[in-house]
């Protein structure tokens, strides 16, 4: 189970941190991967980040200067941050993971999310 | 990038298809959203072919060429969504949405 929380406004050119509180399985498991998914109003699906096992990380090329995902042992939680926000930035920020057990060896081996948090509103306005 | 039909529209009891289409899908395995208004996406459709436990065995999946399709039989009201393919792209490492497809059940 996933949910994320965090402030729900942010002003334009500060930093949006998030945190998605996992239950069920750790955060560093070799068996679970992880990831962020945003999606602007009204507008499709937008790939954030994955986490996977060991710290490997992969991030949106579009945010990557912007971004850094990391694992929080202690709470067994996600977090994102994300710097220097506009308007653009305004989204339902989801949590996402894969919880299918087995061995993942990376993205190339398995890559999709069959677990997802509720999602949390950030808007960003002055 | 991934294309998707804007909308598709289907009346109960029939077959919808949903379409994704990249010129360089090649061999990236294609993975298949459900998301209701208001609500997280739901995985539907894993690996081109395969189907979370539990899901309804109305939804199917294939590919051809550099398309891939989800198919729903036997459309019922519920099924009404907005679906969104996903790939990874292992050449600049990166995971990619489509464009996503407004499904109404008419």
């Known amino acids: 189970q996933l949910r994320e929380s965090g402030p729900r406004l942010v002003t334009p050119a500060e930093t949006l941190s998030l945190s998605c509180h996992v239950s069920?399985?750790?955060?560093?498991?070799?068996?679970?991967?992880w990831g962020w998914v945003r999606q602007s109003p009204g507008r499709g699906l937008e790939w954030i980040g994955s986490?996977?096992?060991?710290?490997?990380?992969y991030y949106n090329s579009s945010l990557s200067s912007r971004l850094t995902l990391s694992t929080r042992t202690s709470g067994n939680q996600l977090a994102l941050s994300l710097t220097s926000v506009t308007a653009a930035d305004t989204a339902i920020y989801y949590c996402?993971?894969?919880?299918?057990?087995?061995?993942?060896?990376?993205?190339?081996?398995?890559?999709?999310?069959?677990?997802w948090g509720r999602g949390i509103l950030v808007t960003v306005s002055s | 990038v991934l294309t998707q039909p804007p909308s598709v529209s289907v009346a109960p009891g029939q077959t919808a298809t949903i379409t994704c289409g990249d010129n360089?899908?090649?061999?990236?395995?294609v993975h298949w959203y459900q998301q209701r208004p208001g609500q997280a996406p739901v995985l539907v459709f894993l690996?081109?072919?395969h189907r979370p436990a539990g899901f309804p065995e109305r939804f199917s999946g294939s590919r051809s060429g550099d398309t891939a399709t989800l198919t729903i039989s036997r459309v019922e009201a519920g099924d009404e969504a907005d679906y969104y393919c996903?790939?990874?792209?292992?050449?600049?490492?990166?995971?990619?949405f489509g464009s996503g497809t407004q499904f109404t059940v008419l």
């Open positions: 996402a993971a894969y919880t299918l057990g087995g061995t993942v060896y990376g993205p190339d081996d398995r890559n999709y999310f069959d677990s």
């Open positions: 069920g399985d750790s955060v560093t498991g070799s068996g679970n991967y």
């Open positions: 986490l996977y096992y060991r710290g490997k990380m």
């Open positions: 360089n899908i090649g061999s990236k395995r």
């Open positions: 690996d081109d072919f």
């Open positions: 996903q790939v990874w792209d292992s050449t600049s490492d990166q995971s990619v």
